[in-house]
């Protein structure tokens, strides 16, 4: 039975090694992947800050947009029969207030 006590032990011991050893490589693999990581972080906040002032502009055109769009009628924009496939194809072929600028500005920045 002594033979045995000296067997658990090092069972133990091995196991507590291997924990151990597990642990410190999750560690190392973390910390790397979060150096990656950073950099990826850094990019997205530059491009954003390149890309402030061209989405600021583009959300107030689309704000006076989605006004202009809902006073098409009173505002006498977008008259029937030209707008019989819709004020946004109208917009397309011939200037609309608001709507037109809008159009412009969406595509504006992206690459194709």
Do not use: H, M, W
């Not at 992947?33 to 583009?58: F, M, P, Q, T």
């Not at 008259?79 to 412009?104: H, I, M, R, Y």
């Amino acid at each position: 039975q002594q033979a045995r006590v000296p067997e658990a032990k090092n069972e133990r011991r091995r196991t507590a090694l291997l924990y151990l050893g597990a642990t410190l490589f999750a560690a190392a693999a973390a910390a790397s992947n979060s150096s990656a990581n950073a950099g990826v972080i850094e990019d997205y906040l530059e491009k954003s800050k390149a890309n402030k002032e061209l989405n600021d502009k583009k959300r107030l055109a689309t704000s006076g947009a989605n006004f202009a769009r809902a006073y098409t009628v009173e505002f006498g924009t977008c008259k029937f029969p030209e707008n019989f496939t819709g004020c946004q194809d109208l917009a397309k072929q011939k200037k609309v207030p608001f709507t037109s600028d809008d159009l412009e500005l969406e595509c504006e920045g992206k690459d194709k």
